[in-house]
């Protein structure tokens, strides 16, 4: 299904976030495996997590964050602790998100996990007890969780790929299907929206001066990580304004920002 949710949008963004019928059809034969026809792919792609849906006066698909300002946006702001660094070998221990809209948490969810193996180190880095984990959701129990409580919003995550790739690969072994939710990553764009010594979330917590923070722990992360994108927005090119002009900002070259700000109407 990555692949779908990969082809989906660059063809949306190519369409002016809509596609036709047709358009949209073409796309998911050629791109899935899958057995079932356009309209199961529709509601799979949906329960995944991908921010698409169907307009009946138009008669056609849309991407969702195509048209929503960034502002409006919801987004699922993630951290995870894990028992290594592998998901084929290793599980999350501990999961932290918030939800954010229009600048505000409106939601939370933290949960432990239950884990039979704790390595020594990772007690000393984050401060999880193994007797933290006893009694704790079962993986499936947590991550279904998870996945109801992220519905289509926006993935955030400091250092993005690692909590995103994790998550994917674990909720694939428990039958939970891909992530399908659009990717942004508070490392890359604060990159782009302020300067700093360095981005890593412990020097950001210091630097940003971020209050009541334990770093390591999943929640407070999240909450952190949170922080780094309010810091960032603050600091938006002009141009920026839809949720997807967000995410493709967010990884966007120098060239492509300076193209972008050069057709940029200047106001008076």
Do not use: W
């Not at 079962?138 to 994790?166: C, P, Q, W």
């Not at 490392?187 to 630097?207: N, Q």
């Amino acid at each position: 299904m990555q692949k779908v949710f990969e082809v989906l949008t660059t063809a949306f963004r190519k369409h002016d976030g809509k596609l036709s019928e047709t358009q949209y059809v073409e796309i998911v034969n050629r791109h899935t495996s899958l057995l079932e026809d356009s309209d199961t792919i529709f509601i799979l792609l949906q329960a995944s997590g991908y921010p698409i849906s169907f307009c009946e006066t138009e008669v056609c698909y849309k991407l969702e964050t195509y048209f929503s300002s960034y502002e409006s946006q919801r987004y699922c702001i993630i951290d995870i602790e894990t028992n290594g660094s592998k998901p084929g070998t290793s599980q999350v221990i501990e999961i932290g998100a918030i939800m954010v809209q229009n600048g505000e948490v409106i939601d939370r969810f933290e949960s432990f996990v239950e884990c039979a193996f704790l390595p020594e180190y990772i007690s000393k880095i984050t401060g999880i007890e193994p007797t933290d984990l006893v009694g704790a959701p079962s993986r499936k129990e947590a991550l279904t969780k998870l996945r109801n409580f992220m519905g289509d919003a926006i993935f955030v995550a400091h250092n993005a790929n690692f909590d995103y790739g994790f998550l994917n690969a674990s909720f694939e072994r428990f039958g939970l299907g891909n992530i399908g939710n659009p990717k942004l990553c508070t490392i890359e764009l604060a990159r782009r929206t302020f300067e700093s010594e360095r981005y890593g979330l412990a020097f950001l917590i210091d630097f940003l001066e971020i209050e009541t923070a334990t770093h390591h722990r999943a929640f407070s992360d999240a909450v952190c990580a949170g922080k780094v994108m309010d810091k960032s927005l603050e600091t938006l090119p002009e141009y920026v304004k839809s949720a997807d002009e967000l995410l493709r900002f967010s990884c966007s070259s120098k060239k492509e920002r300076r193209i972008k700000k050069e057709k940029t109407p200047k106001k008076d």
